[in-house]
């Protein structure tokens, strides 16, 4: 009876290979993903990884890297859903655990300079949102010199924060 059930699972993971589940083509797109991703040409890995996402959905590693080029490009919801993604599939993944951390540690301070930029400059709320910008901002470059947090800039009337953003252009 073991014999049987050694030759059915031989069978089947031969036949799984023979069926494309890892196939040669997946390793040249990994190779050509990563060497994108290494070289700084984001769209292209983006592109490649995104392919791999599909082939390959219970791997991490693909998930992991979508995540950096999307924080890397200014895409923080995109970045925080991959590493998410990349979480699902192993848990014990420091590096993603760290990322999402800084992703969301970013969007805080975002959150505090749209608060000041919203509420008189001598408000409680914005005294004490100048403070955790300055408390978050000290978490993500430990070893930087302090500064105090930048005075935020004041909404004319009708402007939303995504004009201004989008007058100012990427930061």
Known sequence: MRRIAAVALVAALVG???QGLVRPDYYALKLGADDAYHAGDYAAAQAHYRVLVEAVPREADPWFKLGNIHARLGQPEAAVAAYQEALLRDPQLGKAW?????IHLRQAVNAYLQLCRHTEPGAPL???ARTMISGVNGLLEPDAEPRPPPEPQRQSAGRTPATNAREQGPS
């Open 126 to 128: 914005c005294a004490r």
């Open 98 to 102: 760290n990322n999402l951390a800084v």
């Open 16 to 18: 799984g290979c023979a």
